[in-house]
């Protein structure tokens, strides 16, 4: 038996644009290429269905987060 976990592992398309500031339209061309690509962070598509691993996406940001800083 899998045991339910209280937190996903995994950001919505929704979540993700929201956080980057995109709209609608923006936010699925942006990951479509990101998932065409395979970087910078990873996206999974079922159906019409996004996901993004959080640990992938979370990554990510701290990388942009040190350039900055740098």
Request: avoid cysteine; glycine fraction near 6%.
């Amino acid at each position: 038996m899998v045991e339910k976990q209280s937190e996903s592992l995994f950001y919505s398309a929704e979540e993700v644009r929201k956080m980057l500031g995109l709209g609608r339209t923006k936010g699925y061309a942006f990951l479509d290429k990101v998932m065409a690509a395979g970087k910078p962070f990873n996206v999974v598509k079922m159906d019409k269905l996004y996901k993004i691993p959080k640990e992938s996406f979370d990554s990510w940001i701290q990388r942009l987060n040190k350039n900055v800083e740098s």
